[in-house]
């Protein structure tokens, strides 16, 4: 896909992907359960992909996971939404990735700027109204808060994703590189990015006529 489509994005552009993907972090994610409301997933998904995480998980058990398209401006297209019926399940997928669950909780004694993000690491919030039921905390390994100096003793749920993803990228980046996404993710996603890149025009047959071209010759 990459080759057949190469001739029809400009060198900028190219170069732009190129950028965006060798920065992408993929040991760095966060989860999201049951969130109410569409402008805060909306405003969650734009803060993540404009600091370079390639994947958002969100937990649908009670509450199913809306965005509103006018705070996101398409913005979602470059994210992997991965969506878990039970937050068990979404558990279960990243710790076979290997991750370390970090649960948001509001008094926790340790704070962002204390976690170890050289590992791969969810930065898990719970609903704006309730957060993280018990049994969501004692499935996450460990829990973190976010240093609230003032007299304001919370932040809205969007807020503090942006805030929590900015310090845990910053740090990520500077343990394990610019990005870490492995070879073959970078390249699947670079196809992905090219197609997104001409869906006015329709990726898909643009490459299929490719192919078509090569295999008559």
Known sequence: MVEALTPLLSPERRAKIDAVLARRLAGL?????????????????????????AELH??????????????TQGCEKWVSLRRHRAFADG???LRDQGFTLAA???GA??????????????????????????????ACDLTFGIPMPGMTRSLNL????????????QRRRE?????????????RLRARF????????????LVERWVRERVSR
């Open 58 to 71: 969100v937990v649908e058990t009670t509450e199913p996971f809306r965005f509103s398209s006018t705070v």
């Open 194 to 205: 090219y197609a997104l890149s001409l869906d006015d025009r329709g990726a898909e047959p």
């Open 109 to 138: 004694t340790r704070t962002i700027a204390e976690l170890d993000v050289s590992r791969p690491t969810a930065l898990v919030f719970g609903n704006e109204h309730a957060g993280l039921d018990a049994e969501e905390q004692a």
């Open 104 to 106: 948001a909780v509001p």
């Open 175 to 187: 343990a394990v590189g610019e990005g870490d996404l492995p070879e073959s993710d970078r390249e």
């Open 91 to 93: 558990a279960r997928v």
């Open 158 to 169: 969007s807020v503090s994703v942006a805030l929590a993803v900015y310090d845990c990228a």
């Open 29 to 53: 994610t966060i989860v999201l359960s049951n969130l109410h409301d569409p402008h805060n997933g909306a405003a969650a998904i734009r803060s993540l992909e404009a600091l370079g995480l």
